[in-house]
T-cell receptor, first 112, second 107 residues
Framework: EAGVAQSPRYKIIEKRQSVAFWCNPI?????LYWYQQILGQGPKLLIQ????????DSQLPKDRFSAERLKGVDSTLKIQPAKLEDSAVYLC??????????FGPGTRLTVT | SQQGEEDPQALSIQEGENATMNCSYK?????LQWYRQNSGRGLVHLIL?????REKHSGRLRVTLDTSKKSSSLLITASRAADTASYFC???????FGAGTRLTVKP
């Protein structure tokens, strides 16, 4: 089966600009996650969707980050405006409920 | 925080030796999962152990789960240089990750 797809793979923007990331989960996976991983740290859960509903967004900086999962399939994560500390790899993962996660390759964001 | 916490933070061994890393958690769980991350790559699922299981094997990997102590261990036997990576645990009730264990296997 096809894996989790993410795009773009790399993005460089200036601070205060906006950026959007896209994720296409594995077909049939109802649960979708977005993580932020800063170099040298573990992935930090930003938001978890179950179909198109939000299960957990307690660690999402809602003043600048937003995410949606229309129709319960693809998802986009947006940052507006970006800060230097947003430089990280953004990982998308999907799973069936209570099963293991499958991760995409990630998007490496550099904010200058 | 309800995330899994891995221990030790770093582990360095020689090729052929065994590596053991631990995970502790705070809440009741339905299952616990171990993942590997090679430098610059996404996480890869290694093994899932359910709360009614005490031990599970997959190739050179052995995972144990002690729900009374809220802890799990991952044993990699006969390690190889290719096992060099960061290892993370998470559980289904809260898919948050700790800082991981950074394993270095020296050839």
């Amino acid at each position: 089966e096809a894996g989790v797809a993410q795009s773009p793979r790399y993005k460089i923007i200036e601070k205060r600009q906006s950026v959007a990331f896209w994720c296409n989960p594995i077909s049939g996976h109802a649960t979708l996650y977005w993580y932020q991983q800063i170099l040298g740290q573990g992935p930090k859960l930003l938001i978890q969707f179950q179909n198109n509903g939000v299960v957990d967004d307690s660690q999402l900086p809602k003043d600048r980050f937003s995410a949606e999962r229309l129709k319960g399939v693809d998802s986009t994560l947006k940052i507006q405006p970006a800060k230097l500390e947003d430089s990280a790899v953004y990982l998308c993962a999907s799973s069936r409920p209570s099963y293991e996660q499958y991760f995409g390759p990630g998007t490496r964001l550099t904010v200058t | 925080s309800q995330q899994g916490e891995e221990d030790p933070q770093a582990l360095s061994i020689q090729e052929g030796e065994n590596a053991t890393m631990n995970c502790s958690y705070k809440t009741s769980i339905n299952n616990l999962q171990w993942y590997r991350q090679n430098s610059g790559r996404g996480l890869v699922h290694l093994i899932l152990i359910r709360s009614n299981e005490r031990e599970k094997h997959s190739g050179r990997l052995r995972v144990t789960l002690d729900t009374s102590k809220k802890s799990s261990s991952l044993l990699i036997t006969a390690s190889r240089a290719a096992d060099t990576a960061s290892y993370f645990c998470a559980h289904n009730n809260d898919m948050r990750f700790g800082a991981g264990t950074r394993l270095t296997v020296k050839p």
